[in-house]
Protein backbone atom coordinates (compact mmCIF):
# COMPACT_ATOMS: atom_id res chain seq x y z
CA UNK A 1 0.00 0.00 0.00
CA UNK A 2 1.52 3.56 -0.61
CA UNK A 3 1.44 5.68 2.05
CA UNK A 4 2.38 9.41 3.19
CA UNK A 5 5.86 8.22 3.85
CA UNK A 6 6.69 6.70 -0.06
CA UNK A 7 5.15 9.84 -1.51
CA UNK A 8 7.14 12.31 0.71
CA UNK A 9 10.62 10.51 -0.09
CA UNK A 10 9.38 9.94 -3.69
CA UNK A 11 9.01 13.41 -4.36
CA UNK A 12 11.88 14.41 -2.80
CA UNK A 13 13.93 12.11 -4.55
CA UNK A 14 12.36 13.07 -7.60
CA UNK A 15 12.75 16.66 -6.96
CA UNK A 16 16.46 16.59 -6.20
CA UNK A 17 17.02 13.67 -8.88
CA UNK A 18 15.73 16.81 -11.59
CA UNK A 19 17.74 19.41 -10.42
CA UNK A 20 21.07 17.13 -10.49
CA UNK A 21 19.95 16.41 -14.12
CA UNK A 22 19.52 19.95 -15.09
CA UNK A 23 22.92 21.15 -13.45
CA UNK A 24 25.01 18.18 -15.23
CA UNK A 25 23.22 18.72 -18.57
CA UNK A 26 24.37 22.42 -18.62
CA UNK A 27 27.82 21.90 -17.52
CA UNK A 28 28.04 19.11 -20.12
CA UNK A 29 26.37 21.24 -22.72
CA UNK A 30 27.82 24.41 -22.16
CA UNK A 31 32.20 24.34 -22.29
CA UNK A 32 32.22 23.20 -25.65
CA UNK A 33 28.95 22.46 -27.62
CA UNK A 34 27.03 25.58 -26.78
CA UNK A 35 30.35 27.87 -27.99
CA UNK A 36 30.69 26.20 -31.10
CA UNK A 37 27.22 26.65 -31.77
CA UNK A 38 26.69 30.12 -30.81
CA UNK A 39 30.23 30.64 -32.92
CA UNK A 40 28.61 29.36 -36.26
CA UNK A 41 25.24 31.05 -35.45
CA UNK A 42 27.24 34.61 -35.08
CA UNK A 43 29.30 32.80 -39.00
CA UNK A 44 26.34 32.16 -40.35
CA UNK A 45 26.12 28.98 -40.65
CA UNK A 46 23.07 28.09 -38.66
CA UNK A 47 20.45 30.01 -38.62
CA UNK A 48 19.17 30.73 -35.05
CA UNK A 49 16.26 28.57 -35.10
CA UNK A 50 19.22 25.76 -36.81
CA UNK A 51 21.16 26.41 -33.18
CA UNK A 52 18.23 25.48 -31.32
CA UNK A 53 17.43 22.15 -33.38
CA UNK A 54 21.06 21.48 -33.31
CA UNK A 55 21.35 21.87 -29.38
CA UNK A 56 17.99 20.23 -28.89
CA UNK A 57 19.08 16.98 -30.81
CA UNK A 58 22.35 16.81 -28.71
CA UNK A 59 20.48 16.61 -25.56
CA UNK A 60 19.92 12.73 -25.81
CA UNK A 61 23.39 12.37 -25.78
CA UNK A 62 23.86 13.66 -22.54
CA UNK A 63 21.06 12.40 -21.03
CA UNK A 64 21.91 8.83 -21.50
CA UNK A 65 24.67 9.64 -18.97
CA UNK A 66 22.65 12.48 -17.03
CA UNK A 67 19.83 10.00 -15.79
CA UNK A 68 22.07 7.34 -13.38
CA UNK A 69 24.53 10.54 -12.15
CA UNK A 70 21.28 12.51 -11.38
CA UNK A 71 19.35 10.07 -9.70
CA UNK A 72 22.52 8.98 -7.41
CA UNK A 73 23.26 12.52 -6.81
CA UNK A 74 19.87 12.98 -6.39
CA UNK A 75 19.45 9.90 -3.86
CA UNK A 76 22.67 11.39 -1.70
CA UNK A 77 21.38 14.75 -1.49
CA UNK A 78 18.03 13.97 0.10
CA UNK A 79 18.98 10.75 2.28
CA UNK A 80 21.63 13.08 3.70
CA UNK A 81 19.04 15.75 4.31
CA UNK A 82 17.11 13.22 5.86
CA UNK A 83 19.54 12.48 8.06
CA UNK A 84 20.86 15.47 8.98
CA UNK A 85 17.57 16.74 10.18
CA UNK A 86 17.08 13.19 12.22
CA UNK A 87 13.97 12.37 9.70
CA UNK A 88 16.13 9.01 9.12
CA UNK A 89 16.63 8.14 12.57
CA UNK A 90 13.09 8.77 13.44
CA UNK A 91 11.60 6.35 10.85
CA UNK A 92 14.31 3.58 12.11
CA UNK A 93 13.39 3.82 15.58
CA UNK A 94 9.36 3.72 14.54
CA UNK A 95 11.08 0.35 13.28
CA UNK A 96 11.44 0.89 9.48
CA UNK A 97 13.78 -1.31 7.89
CA UNK A 98 16.28 -0.16 5.31
CA UNK A 99 14.31 -1.87 2.91
CA UNK A 100 11.11 -0.28 3.37
CA UNK A 101 12.81 3.51 3.92
CA UNK A 102 14.55 3.05 0.43
CA UNK A 103 11.42 1.20 -1.31
CA UNK A 104 9.77 4.47 -3.02
CA UNK A 105 13.90 5.19 -4.19
CA UNK A 106 14.00 1.61 -5.70
CA UNK A 107 10.17 2.90 -7.32
CA UNK A 108 11.84 5.76 -9.03
CA UNK A 109 15.16 3.73 -9.52
CA UNK A 110 13.31 1.95 -11.87
CA UNK A 111 10.97 4.39 -13.78
CA UNK A 112 14.93 6.38 -14.55
CA UNK A 113 16.04 2.86 -15.71
CA UNK A 114 13.36 2.82 -18.13
CA UNK A 115 13.61 6.10 -19.52
CA UNK A 116 17.42 5.53 -19.89
CA UNK A 117 16.96 2.52 -21.92
CA UNK A 118 14.18 4.14 -24.25
CA UNK A 119 17.12 6.86 -24.55
CA UNK A 120 19.59 4.63 -25.88
CA UNK A 121 17.76 2.58 -27.85
CA UNK A 122 15.59 5.37 -29.71
CA UNK A 123 15.64 8.92 -28.98
CA UNK A 124 19.79 8.84 -29.21
CA UNK A 125 19.94 7.07 -32.37
CA UNK A 126 16.95 9.12 -33.66
CA UNK A 127 18.42 12.21 -32.39
CA UNK A 128 21.90 11.51 -34.34
CA UNK A 129 19.94 11.00 -37.42
CA UNK A 130 18.52 14.15 -37.33
CA UNK A 131 21.72 15.98 -36.70
CA UNK A 132 23.10 14.72 -39.59
CA UNK A 133 19.80 16.06 -41.61
CA UNK A 134 20.51 19.34 -40.15
CA UNK A 135 24.19 19.49 -40.63
CA UNK A 136 24.05 17.98 -44.42
CA UNK A 137 26.32 15.15 -43.29
CA UNK A 138 27.41 12.73 -46.31
CA UNK A 139 29.68 10.67 -45.02
CA UNK A 140 32.49 9.74 -47.43
CA UNK A 141 34.36 6.53 -46.99
CA UNK A 142 36.44 3.32 -48.18
CA UNK A 143 34.98 0.32 -47.71
CA UNK A 144 36.36 -3.11 -48.93
CA UNK A 145 33.98 -6.40 -48.96
CA UNK A 146 35.01 -10.09 -49.35
CA UNK A 147 32.51 -12.35 -51.35
CA UNK A 148 32.81 -15.71 -49.81
CA UNK A 149 31.67 -19.74 -50.21
CA UNK A 150 29.39 -21.53 -48.60
CA UNK A 151 32.56 -22.92 -47.30
CA UNK A 152 34.06 -19.33 -46.37
CA UNK A 153 36.50 -19.68 -49.09
CA UNK A 154 36.99 -16.40 -50.69
CA UNK A 155 35.66 -15.50 -54.22
CA UNK A 156 36.10 -12.09 -55.35
CA UNK A 157 37.06 -8.85 -53.31
CA UNK A 158 35.89 -5.38 -53.65
CA UNK A 159 37.31 -2.20 -52.88
CA UNK A 160 35.59 0.85 -53.18
CA UNK A 161 37.62 3.98 -52.60
CA UNK A 162 34.86 6.16 -52.42
CA UNK A 163 31.22 5.88 -51.49
CA UNK A 164 28.36 8.46 -50.42
CA UNK A 165 24.79 6.35 -49.96
CA UNK A 166 24.20 4.10 -52.86
CA UNK A 167 27.06 6.06 -55.63
CA UNK A 168 29.74 4.64 -55.62
CA UNK A 169 33.51 5.89 -57.47
CA UNK A 170 37.51 4.03 -58.08
CA UNK A 171 35.80 0.74 -57.58
CA UNK A 172 38.29 -2.47 -58.03
CA UNK A 173 37.02 -6.05 -58.36
CA UNK A 174 39.62 -8.94 -57.97
CA UNK A 175 38.19 -12.40 -59.05
CA UNK A 176 39.87 -14.98 -56.98
CA UNK A 177 40.61 -18.44 -58.24
CA UNK A 178 39.78 -21.71 -56.99
CA UNK A 179 42.91 -23.21 -56.59
CA UNK A 180 44.85 -21.86 -53.98
CA UNK A 181 48.49 -22.07 -53.02
CA UNK A 182 50.25 -22.54 -49.80
CA UNK A 183 52.11 -19.24 -50.52
CA UNK A 184 49.38 -17.17 -52.40
CA UNK A 185 46.18 -16.81 -53.82
CA UNK A 186 45.67 -16.17 -57.72
CA UNK A 187 43.27 -13.79 -59.44
CA UNK A 188 41.58 -14.59 -62.28
CA UNK A 189 40.42 -11.10 -63.27
CA UNK A 190 40.97 -7.72 -61.88
CA UNK A 191 38.15 -5.35 -62.98
CA UNK A 192 38.20 -1.37 -62.49
CA UNK A 193 35.16 0.59 -62.84
CA UNK A 194 34.94 4.49 -62.52
CA UNK A 195 31.51 4.30 -60.87
CA UNK A 196 28.84 2.89 -59.78
CA UNK A 197 25.75 1.72 -58.02
CA UNK A 198 23.36 0.27 -56.14
CA UNK A 199 19.92 -0.46 -57.35
CA UNK A 200 16.74 -3.17 -57.46
CA UNK A 201 19.29 -5.70 -55.54
CA UNK A 202 22.38 -5.53 -57.74
CA UNK A 203 25.60 -3.38 -57.79
CA UNK A 204 26.59 -2.44 -60.92
CA UNK A 205 29.63 -0.95 -62.52
CA UNK A 206 29.80 1.28 -65.15
CA UNK A 207 32.97 2.24 -67.43
CA UNK A 208 34.08 -0.76 -66.59
CA UNK A 209 38.18 -1.83 -67.65
CA UNK A 210 38.67 -5.88 -67.57
CA UNK A 211 41.59 -7.50 -67.08
CA UNK A 212 42.47 -10.96 -67.42
CA UNK A 213 44.82 -12.69 -65.77
CA UNK A 214 46.35 -16.92 -66.56
CA UNK A 215 47.54 -18.72 -64.48
CA UNK A 216 51.38 -17.44 -64.50
CA UNK A 217 49.90 -14.29 -63.27
CA UNK A 218 50.02 -12.26 -66.51
CA UNK A 219 47.50 -10.17 -68.51
CA UNK A 220 45.92 -12.29 -71.49
CA UNK A 221 43.50 -9.66 -72.14
CA UNK A 222 41.72 -6.09 -71.65
CA UNK A 223 38.58 -5.18 -72.11
CA UNK A 224 36.34 -2.30 -72.01
CA UNK A 225 32.35 -2.56 -70.49
CA UNK A 226 30.15 -0.37 -70.33
CA UNK A 227 28.16 -1.94 -67.31
CA UNK A 228 29.36 -4.96 -65.03
CA UNK A 229 26.84 -6.65 -62.09
CA UNK A 230 29.20 -7.66 -59.23
CA UNK A 231 27.18 -8.66 -56.50
CA UNK A 232 23.25 -9.63 -56.54
CA UNK A 233 20.80 -10.75 -54.01
CA UNK A 234 21.90 -11.45 -50.38
CA UNK A 235 25.64 -10.92 -51.20
CA UNK A 236 24.45 -7.16 -52.50
CA UNK A 237 22.28 -6.55 -49.54
CA UNK A 238 24.78 -7.85 -46.87
CA UNK A 239 27.30 -5.67 -48.45
CA UNK A 240 25.50 -2.75 -48.60
CA UNK A 241 24.48 -3.09 -44.74
CA UNK A 242 27.97 -3.40 -43.86
CA UNK A 243 28.96 -0.57 -46.23
CA UNK A 244 26.38 1.75 -44.26
CA UNK A 245 26.73 0.78 -41.66
CA UNK A 246 31.03 0.81 -41.69
CA UNK A 247 30.52 4.92 -40.95
CA UNK A 248 27.79 5.21 -38.44
CA UNK A 249 28.26 4.72 -34.60
CA UNK A 250 27.19 2.33 -32.40
CA UNK A 251 24.58 4.92 -30.49
CA UNK A 252 23.19 6.12 -34.03
CA UNK A 253 21.83 2.38 -34.58
CA UNK A 254 18.92 1.28 -32.69
CA UNK A 255 18.77 -1.75 -30.41
CA UNK A 256 17.52 -3.79 -33.30
CA UNK A 257 19.33 -2.85 -35.71
CA UNK A 258 21.98 -3.10 -34.19
CA UNK A 259 21.54 -6.98 -33.44
CA UNK A 260 21.37 -7.69 -37.12
CA UNK A 261 24.41 -5.82 -37.85
CA UNK A 262 26.13 -7.82 -34.97
CA UNK A 263 24.47 -10.89 -36.33
CA UNK A 264 25.75 -10.15 -39.96
CA UNK A 265 29.40 -9.72 -38.75
CA UNK A 266 29.43 -12.90 -37.00
CA UNK A 267 28.24 -14.53 -40.48
CA UNK A 268 31.02 -12.35 -42.19
CA UNK A 269 33.67 -13.52 -39.73
CA UNK A 270 34.82 -10.12 -39.18
CA UNK A 271 35.46 -10.96 -35.52
CA UNK A 272 36.65 -7.85 -34.08
CA UNK A 273 33.74 -5.76 -35.19
CA UNK A 274 31.69 -8.15 -33.89
CA UNK A 275 32.56 -8.76 -30.31
CA UNK A 276 32.49 -4.69 -30.09
CA UNK A 277 29.45 -4.30 -31.09
CA UNK A 278 28.34 -7.14 -29.29
CA UNK A 279 29.81 -5.37 -26.31
CA UNK A 280 27.89 -1.99 -27.44
CA UNK A 281 24.63 -3.79 -27.58
CA UNK A 282 25.38 -5.57 -24.35
CA UNK A 283 25.57 -2.29 -22.75
CA UNK A 284 22.28 -1.03 -24.09
CA UNK A 285 20.36 -3.60 -21.23
CA UNK A 286 23.05 -3.56 -18.43
CA UNK A 287 23.81 0.27 -18.74
CA UNK A 288 20.44 1.75 -17.42
CA UNK A 289 20.42 -0.93 -14.71
CA UNK A 290 23.00 0.75 -13.30
CA UNK A 291 20.87 3.64 -12.37
CA UNK A 292 19.19 0.98 -9.67
CA UNK A 293 22.43 0.48 -8.33
CA UNK A 294 23.81 4.04 -8.19
CA UNK A 295 20.61 4.75 -6.41
CA UNK A 296 21.23 2.31 -3.77
CA UNK A 297 24.45 3.88 -3.80
CA UNK A 298 23.05 6.99 -2.91
CA UNK A 299 20.72 5.97 0.08
CA UNK A 300 23.08 3.95 1.49
CA UNK A 301 26.07 7.25 1.48
CA UNK A 302 23.35 9.37 2.31
CA UNK A 303 23.00 7.75 5.83
CA UNK A 304 25.04 9.36 8.37
CA UNK A 305 24.90 10.61 11.93
CA UNK A 306 23.47 13.97 12.41
CA UNK A 307 27.19 15.81 12.53
CA UNK A 308 28.74 13.50 10.51
CA UNK A 309 30.00 15.40 7.12
CA UNK A 310 28.54 14.86 3.84
CA UNK A 311 31.33 15.88 1.57
CA UNK A 312 32.83 12.38 1.85
CA UNK A 313 29.76 10.68 0.71
CA UNK A 314 29.53 13.51 -1.99
CA UNK A 315 33.53 12.57 -2.97
CA UNK A 316 33.04 8.67 -2.91
CA UNK A 317 29.84 8.90 -5.03
CA UNK A 318 31.54 11.54 -7.93
CA UNK A 319 34.47 9.21 -7.60
CA UNK A 320 32.83 5.95 -8.49
CA UNK A 321 31.04 7.55 -11.39
CA UNK A 322 34.00 9.13 -12.69
CA UNK A 323 36.06 5.43 -12.61
CA UNK A 324 32.80 4.02 -13.81
CA UNK A 325 32.61 6.14 -17.69
CA UNK A 326 36.72 6.44 -17.49
CA UNK A 327 37.02 2.20 -17.73
CA UNK A 328 34.00 2.20 -20.23
CA UNK A 329 36.69 2.59 -23.65
CA UNK A 330 38.85 0.01 -21.56
CA UNK A 331 36.72 -2.80 -21.56
CA UNK A 332 35.72 -2.30 -24.96
CA UNK A 333 39.12 -2.59 -25.90
CA UNK A 334 39.32 -6.12 -23.81
CA UNK A 335 35.70 -7.08 -25.76
CA UNK A 336 37.13 -6.06 -29.52
CA UNK A 337 40.45 -7.78 -28.87
CA UNK A 338 38.70 -10.76 -27.40
CA UNK A 339 40.56 -10.60 -24.44
CA UNK A 340 36.98 -11.02 -22.41
CA UNK A 341 33.81 -12.01 -23.68
CA UNK A 342 31.55 -9.09 -24.61
CA UNK A 343 28.64 -9.93 -22.03
CA UNK A 344 31.02 -9.93 -19.05
CA UNK A 345 33.04 -6.93 -20.69
CA UNK A 346 29.48 -5.13 -20.62
CA UNK A 347 28.99 -6.46 -17.17
CA UNK A 348 32.25 -5.79 -15.75
CA UNK A 349 31.50 -2.43 -14.46
CA UNK A 350 28.06 -2.72 -13.16
CA UNK A 351 29.40 -5.96 -11.22
CA UNK A 352 32.19 -3.91 -9.49
CA UNK A 353 29.08 -1.28 -8.65
CA UNK A 354 27.08 -3.69 -7.23
CA UNK A 355 30.01 -5.46 -4.52
CA UNK A 356 30.92 -1.27 -3.80
CA UNK A 357 27.26 -0.90 -2.78
CA UNK A 358 26.88 -3.61 -0.90
CA UNK A 359 30.36 -2.98 1.06
CA UNK A 360 29.06 0.57 1.61
CA UNK A 361 26.00 -1.13 3.01
CA UNK A 362 28.13 -3.41 5.23
CA UNK A 363 30.17 0.11 5.90
CA UNK A 364 26.96 1.68 7.34
CA UNK A 365 25.43 -1.00 9.84
CA UNK A 366 22.16 -0.73 8.74
CA UNK A 367 20.95 -4.48 9.61
CA UNK A 368 17.49 -4.83 10.75
CA UNK A 369 19.76 -5.19 14.37
CA UNK A 370 21.07 -1.80 14.50
CA UNK A 371 17.32 -0.54 13.74
CA UNK A 372 15.78 -2.35 16.44
CA UNK A 373 19.12 -0.60 18.89
CA UNK A 374 18.40 3.06 17.11
CA UNK A 375 14.99 2.48 18.36
CA UNK A 376 15.86 1.20 21.71
CA UNK A 377 18.57 4.54 22.22
CA UNK A 378 15.76 6.76 20.91
CA UNK A 379 13.05 5.89 23.36
CA UNK A 380 15.14 5.88 26.23
CA UNK A 381 16.24 9.37 25.49
CA UNK A 382 12.81 10.47 24.67
CA UNK A 383 12.12 9.37 28.16
CA UNK A 384 14.95 11.54 29.73
Known amino acids: MIKVYDKYIFMQVLMATLVAIILFTVIWIAPEMLLNTIKRTIEGVYTPQVAVMVLVCELPKILGKAFPVGLLLGTLFTFDKLSKDFELTIFRAAGMSFARII ?3 VVLSVIVTYFCFVTYDKLIPYSCEKLNEIKK ?3 VSQFVYIKKDVDKHPLAGIIVSR ?12 DFADKVYSDLHPLTNIHVGETGYIRDGKWTLKNVTSYQISTDGIFEEIASLDYLDILKGDDALNAKILMDYSTKRDREIDNANLWKYMQLLKKENLDEEYRLNANKYYQRYIHPLVCILLALMGCILGFSRPRERSLIGFVIAIGCVFIYYITLPFFDLLAEKGVLPPLLAASFSPILFAIATYKFYQSKELSSNINSKCKHKYIQKKDM
Open 103 to 105: APV
Open 163 to 174: FNRDSMENIIVL
Open 137 to 139: VNP
